[in-house]
């Protein structure tokens, strides 16, 4: 069974490793890139890195994000010479950084470059950039344009969010590994991500819905459970762009482009509103609270059509 999942964040990759975790399964993890920032001279890629460190077992699975038990040496130093240190970067995920740069600078792609990490870090799982071309996410604020990185971080997504736009989007590609990866997929899932800043970039790429499209099941999962997110800003920042915040509110912003759409089973008075958007409701527990819930969802998904 080929599985192409499209991430970005905490859900996204909390699904990949529950895929990641099933024999019969040959995962494509189709990764946001949109997020990626410049730091010290190198090229950081947050959700790639989520998901090579969740899938190798190396995540600090509390904060979500770089090397459990990471040291701090570097980051000290950085800010002795007056370096920006609003990004918390630890000396292990300093390496994973200086090596993709390094890849980088060589002409290596960034799909090529991820290949080869998660090579060495003993990954079975495809890892896929969504693009090798350089876009970068901007959120819209009272306080003026933010990169995705300085408004989530540096202003801890405090300033109240009136559009997003995509910078480079209209001249980049999906790789040649990625429509080829939903092209084989018996199976497409957009997993929990954040709709707007997470798998909006994905799908904003030119040909991707087209792909997409292309797959007879394409299974999306809702990261609004109870009208909240689990994690991160995606309910006030759907909230703030006009969009509804609950499970419905996300199937109809992905419209057409799925053909079921799972909803936690708190959400279960929203199946009738979702199935009269033309997509089937799906009622399952979709919270992951442990490595045992990831797989146990994963292979309902697989069950799905
Ligand atoms: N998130 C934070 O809230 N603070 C940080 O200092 C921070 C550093 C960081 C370093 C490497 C990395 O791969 C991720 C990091 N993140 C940090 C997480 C990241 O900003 C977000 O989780 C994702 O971009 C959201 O998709």
Known sequence: MKVALMAGGTGGTKLAHGFSMLDDVE????VNVA???????????????????????LIDSQRGWGVANDTYTAHA????????IWFTLGDADLATHATRTRLLSEGTSLTDATASMAAA??????????TDDRC????????GPLEFQEYFVRHRQEPEVRGVRI???????PTPSVIAAIRQADLLVIGPSNPVVSIG??????????????????????????GQALKGPAARMLDSLGHEVSAAGVARIYGD?????????????????????????????????TDADRARLAGELIGIG
């Open 136 to 143: 970068r996410t901007v959120i819209l604020t009272d306080d």
């Open 27 to 30: 995962l494509s993890v189709i």
């Open 77 to 84: 130093m950085f800010a002795r010479y007056g370096e920006p």
């Open 167 to 173: 910078d480079g989007i209209d001249d980049a590609r």
């Open 121 to 130: 870090l003993g990954l079975r799982s495809r890892i896929l950039p969504a």
């Open 35 to 57: 997020d990626d920032l410049e730091l010290h001279g190198l090229h950081v890629s947050p959700d790639i890195d989520a998901v090579l460190y969740t899938l190798a077992g």
């Open 257 to 289: 482009l799925l053909s079921h759409w799972v909803v936690d089973m708190t959400d279960a008075e929203l199946a009738p509103r979702i199935g009269a958007m033309g997509v089937e409701p799906i009622l399952l527990d979709a919270i992951m609270r």
């Open 201 to 226: 970039p994905m799908l904003a790429l030119p040909g991707m819905r087209e792909a997409i499209l292309g797959v007879p099941r394409r299974v999306g999962v809702s990261p609004i459970i109870g």
